[in-house]
């Protein structure tokens, strides 16, 4: 299998968010790498159609763009998306194939070193792992990952950039990125805060302050 085109440009913060009004908000504001993750059971089909092409579509109007759509990967392809984020599950159905030889740029989830090592195998653009810490968003059946395999896991996705998510607010974001991942995927710190247009420059204002230490102890 071919490899998946790399990132255009760093992750940094990332939010997730629940439809394409949001997409466009934040790409407003100055967030770069987001990714849309609609609730099937609140929309019909259309409804999900119409979100997918709207958030490709704003994400086509700004240079440096990189929007994702989870899981609906049928409807990304037909909307030309840059980006496709898949879990383990969607790796025994989706077409792996097609999505590469459209180009679009792939991420996959990742709970435990066996499935990371089966992701790694697709070549995908960037690995996702996580719970790093408790979440009560999602009913999940793995252990929170902490920060201390995070980092051990970080290594062994190598070369593939690695996304952090799982109940991770702002406050939570600098240990995490001192983790030596190159994102932070966060869903509610955003969405749900008091005034998400701040919530949203502090996280760019973190992932930003992460990469300038990380170049400057390189070497």
Known sequence: MNSFKPLTGPIGFYPVVPDAAWVRRLLGWGVRTIQLRIKAADHDADEIAWEVRTAVAAGREVPGAQVFINDHWELALEAGAYGVHLGQEDLDTADIAALCKAGVRLGLSTHTPAELAR?????????????????????????????????????????????????????????????????????????????????????????????????????
């Not at 996702?128 to 896991?153: N, Q």
């Not at 970080?154 to 406050?171: C, E, T």
């Open 119 to 219: 992701a790694k195998a697709v070549q995908p653009s960037y690995l996702a792992i996580g719970p790093i810490y408790p979440t009560t968003l999602k009913v999940m059946p793995y252990e929170p990952v902490g920060l201390e395999r995070l980092k051990s896991w970080a290594r062994d996705a190598a070369p593939y950039p690695v996304v952090a998510i799982g109940g991770i607010s702002l406050a939570l974001m600098p240990g995490v990125l001192a983790c030596g991942v190159d994102g932070v995927a966060v869903v509610s710190a955003v969405t749900l805060a008091a005034d998400p247009q701040e919530a949203a420059r502090q996280g760019l204002a973190l992932a930003a302050q992460a990469r300038g230490t990380q170049a400057g102890s390189v070497g």
